[in-house]
């Protein structure tokens, strides 16, 4: 990485750079939690290791994403933060509290659950194909038409316009890191791709409002309560931030586990035989390596946590990572279980933002990986290198080199 706009290492309190940190953060991570639940870094940051303290910040009103509020750490400079659009997932309270409920009206456990079909359909359909192919790539050739196909099937993309929009999100989720780890050429580019994609959607939305349909867009723009409605401006940020964190984050899953698995084969057989509850299997796997590995909460008030001075405006990097492998809280966290039971993963978030297609997640990942696991047993990696791709929030495969024994 060059023309990086400040030293990573020195803001973070890690090098995301340092060789071998992406093919495994954990023992860095391990090491960041002796620091302590909470720590500064050398750079002004507040880091949350702990899954207490990880937990406490994700619930506690003080902490938000107020974007009003400005700290220390240059966390976004510059332009092309969105687009003109904000997801609902970085509004506080009240404008949170009221697009979620009208969102939820559309997202519903009905929805859902009538989606169960057409996942196990399209995940044994595009695995078959990829079988057919022969030896490849896992992410390219599965993981990423199968998530795409399921998310534009929900959102009413027409066929021919779904490698635009893949390419819009690739961009978009690693523009989510901050700009600090990000080039000049990469935030332009994060500029020039939350633009088309509005865009893109701000017609989708007007046609959809001519034309409704039972797809999940077309649900949304028919949601009114006692008169309130979404805006079209609302509707085309619920579409994008629909697109990056129902189709990036479900191909990072879906990389992450198989590879897991992989190393694992005695759970991937208890997986195929039907030992283990797909759904618990799931939440086992996001809490061992999960797709988002940190997110950002911004102090809203003065406050003081556990003795550490918080100012406001200060920023905390809530380390999701590392709390899911808080021995504090789980019995031998490094061990993959896939019966494991009990204190709930921070995968999905907690509190007020806690994930709303975190039962779409759950869904699509115990599909797909069922599928896998029962329909390729001779699954087995290559020797070919496995590489990662550059995001600092988000942790996913850029390619799993897979053959079919």
Known sequence: MTDVLDEPAEILGFDP????????????YDALRARGALFRTAGGLLVATAHRMVSRIFRDPRFGHQSGVRGPVPFRRGSGGGGGTRWFVVLDPPDHTRLRRLIGHAFTPRLVAGLAPRAAE????????????GPGDLIENWAYPYSLTMISDLLGVPYGDRELIQRWSGIIVRGIDPDFVLSPAEIDERGRAFRDVAA??????????ARPGDDLLGQLTRIEERGDVLTLDELVATCTLLLVAGHETVVDLLGNATLTLLRHPQAARELR?????????VDELLRYDPPVQMIMRTALV????????????????????????????YAD????????????????????HY?????????????????????????????????????????????LPVRWR
């Not at 035989?273 to 299997?281: L, T």
């Not at 550490?308 to 709390?323: E, K, S």
């Not at 696991?373 to 990662?388: F, Q």
């Open 302 to 329: 003065d406050c003081d946590v556990d003795g550490v001075p918080v100012r406001r405006g200060d920023m905390v990097l809530l380390m999701i990572g590392a709390a899911n492998r808080d021995p504090a809280v």
């Open 200 to 209: 893109y959607f701000t017609e989708l939305v007007r046609d959809r409002r």
């Open 355 to 399: 994930c709303l297609g975190a039962p779409l997640g759950r869904l699509e990942g115990s599909a797909a990986l069922t599928t896998l696991v029962r329909n390729a047993p001779g699954l087995a990696l290559t020797d070919e290198p496995l590489r990662y791709r550059d995001n600092l929030m988000a942790r996913g495969l850029a390619g």
């Open 273 to 281: 035989d039907g030992d283990r509850d797909p759904q618990v299997a």
């Open 333 to 352: 966290p490094g061990r993959l279980d896939l019966g494991r039971r009990g204190e709930r993963h921070l995968a999905f978030g907690a509190g007020i």
């Open 17 to 28: 750079f340092e060789p071998g940190f992406r093919l495994d953060p954990y023992p860095r």
């Open 122 to 133: 399209l995940a044994r359909r595009q695995l078959a194909a990829a079988m057919a192919d």
